[in-house]
């Protein structure tokens, strides 16, 4: 098994900490040995990096990802194998 860094960079005052410490939980939970990571971005980013491959974003996708698509990045990256972009996303939630 090959490991596994991520590094997902998200804005701080957009809110998104929450997205990334539910997606951290649910990496630690089936992966638990990966190392997940945050840091602080710039307005509007959430960007997923495995293993230094920006695999995820927001700024591109206007989304977040499914957590399906994200687990089956890791489970290709800790095989060894390629890692793909992800190019589905899920709409942020809109409060009116």
Known sequence: MAAVTIVVEYCKHCGFESHYLE???AVKEEFPDVVIESRCGETG??????NGQIVF????????PYEKDLMEAIKRASNGEPVERITNSRAPCVIL
């Open 45 to 50: 980013t959430f960007e997923i990096k495995i």
């Open 57 to 64: 974003s927001k700024l591109e996708l206007g989304g977040f």
């Open 23 to 25: 997606l951290e939980s």
